[in-house]
């Protein structure tokens, strides 16, 4: 991820893209269709979709639905998640988050991914930008990050994709997030595949024994950038 720190990289013009939504509306800490929206996040004309981040280098979104969650309670929640189609030098990522903070909570820019420094928190990143002092690995990867730190101390980086293919391909990804609080793990998919699980104590570990949690999407840009997209379907 290309941000808070910044790696030194330089934001490169990209080819148009003619088919990418057009955003309708822009309100900061905004509510309305049961979602709420921060920062750079915006509204579509595209049902259900909100943009993150625009091909803009240091910008941050956050969006996050209004009703609690229980982690008393198992959940099954899909989005589909776009990542631009710069795949050489578009950054930074998407992160799936639980917080306890509100619906109103913005993180950092760049590689804080929209959710760096949001304590109490877990988030699910999905990161397409190289940050050796981060210790991220050489390729796209999903992690697990605790208490907005970006250290990847909740599970170790994987590879995103089954594949060795880039997700910043130009076209929507399927992103799945379980909860079995039987077992209290987090299992996460991408595509169809099971690329991660998570087995945690949120209640007690992260969240302070409060159940209680806001679930949304989050994501950044440095100096590198994307447009970047969530489409619900939860």
Request: proline share 5%; aromatic share 8%.
């Amino acid at each position: 991820a290309a941000g808070i720190p910044i790696s030194p990289n330089k934001l490169l013009n990209d080819d148009p893209a003619t088919t990418e939504p057009t955003a309708t509306e822009t309100i900061p800490a905004n509510c309305s269709a049961g979602w709420c929206i921060n920062g750079n996040a915006e509204t579509t004309s595209v049902p259900n979709q909100y943009i993150l981040t625009q091909d803009v280098g240091g910008q941050v979104g956050s969006v996050w639905n209004q009703t609690p969650i229980n982690l008393a309670e198992d959940f099954d929640k899909s989005f589909s998640v776009y990542f631009g189609n710069k795949k050489d030098n578009g950054a930074d990522g998407i992160a799936f988050v639980l917080q306890n903070q509100g619906t109103q909570i913005l993180g950092a820019s760049g590689s804080g991914l929209g959710y760096e420094g949001i304590a109490a928190s877990i988030a699910i990143e999905m990161d397409t930008w190289k940050n050796d002092e981060l210790g991220d690995p050489a390729y796209e990867h999903i992690a697990v990050d605790e208490n907005g730190i970006l250290t990847h101390q909740g599970a170790a980086p994987v590879q995103v994709m089954e594949s060795n293919g880039s997700i910043k391909d130009g076209t929507e990804h399927l992103l799945g997030i379980t909860w079995d609080h039987t077992s209290q793990t987090l299992t996460v998919s991408f595509d169809g595949s099971q690329r991660l699980t998570y087995p945690k104590d949120l209640i007690n570990d992260i969240f302070g024994g409060n159940p209680q949690v806001y679930f949304g999407l989050t994501a950044g840009t440095g100096y590198s950038s994307n447009l970047q997209y969530v489409v619900m379907d939860v």
